[in-house]
């Protein structure tokens, strides 16, 4: 099956610090998503991007499918970023796969 | 905005209880999923329904079964649960159909504990 890693596994930083996440997949996918899952557990939606590039606020999102990748850039990093995010690639409608997540650490 | 809710955020039920889950959605999506979340073993699919009444298994069927007799509402059920069942479950629902995205939208999570 479709293999999704995420890199790095941990990142700690310091407050008001840019990052970037990166999500390999090894076949080709409908569509990716990234979530944000706070400390609570809940999955928020960040982007859904099978292709191109997205901007909201302070993140921005790039995928570029020939090369089987996606990026995700967290600028200014405050406090309320740190958590767990999770790329995750659609092979159709109702077969979505996960990575292992990237452990977010931005400390004040 | 996309709205899902579960019943409840936390659960603790003993061996052999009969435990429902529910999920319900606000955005007439076609389809709802159940996963369970696990540190080490990430998100894992259990059941996803694709329409009322119909259901298929995900990868990790076994000990669970489900009910969508309703469009916005979809059950998971642990028959007799067992301790090996604690986790976290996450329902998540996504439109279908041409011209529309099947972008996920999840719920908030139940951290079930079974003594």
């Known amino acids: 099956g479709i293999q999704v890693e995420q890199s790095p596994p941990d990142l700690i930083l310091q407050e008001g610090a840019n990052s970037t996440l990166r999500c390999n997949f090894s076949?080709?996918?409908?569509?990716l998503q990234w979530f944000h899952q706070n400390p609570w557990g809940q999955l928020i939606n960040l982007f859904y991007?099978?292709?191109g590039t997205k901007q909201n606020g302070r993140l921005s999102a790039t995928t570029v499918a020939t090369e089987r990748y996606s990026l995700l850039y967290i600028s200014s990093s405050q406090t309320t970023d740190s958590g767990v995010y999770f790329c995750?690639?659609?092979?159709?409608?109702?077969?979505?796969?996960f990575g292992a997540g990237t452990r977010l650490t931005v400390k004040p | 905005d996309v709205k899902v809710t579960q019943s409840s955020r936390y659960l603790v039920k003993r061996t052999g209880e009969k435990v429902f889950l529910e999920c319900v959605q606000d955005?007439?999506?076609?389809?709802m999923f159940w996963y369970r979340q696990d540190p080490g073993l990430g998100l894992r699919l259990i059941y996803f329904?694709?329409?009322?009444?119909?259901?298929e298994k995900g990868d990790i069927p076994e000990g669970y079964s489900v009910s969508r007799e309703k469009k916005e509402r979809f059950s998971l059920i642990l028959e007799s649960a067992s301790t090996n069942q604690t986790s976290m479950y996450l329902c998540?629902?996504?439109?279908?159909?041409?011209?529309?995205?099947?972008?996920?939208?999840f719920g908030p999570g139940t951290r079930l504990t079974v003594l």
């Open positions: 998540a629902s996504s439109p279908t159909g041409p011209g529309r995205s099947n972008e996920q939208f």
């Open positions: 076949d080709s996918v409908n569509n």
């Open positions: 991007i099978p292709s």
């Open positions: 995750a690639v659609c092979i159709s409608d109702n077969d979505m796969r």
């Open positions: 955005m007439d999506h076609e389809n």
């Open positions: 329904s694709y329409d009322v009444k119909m259901k």
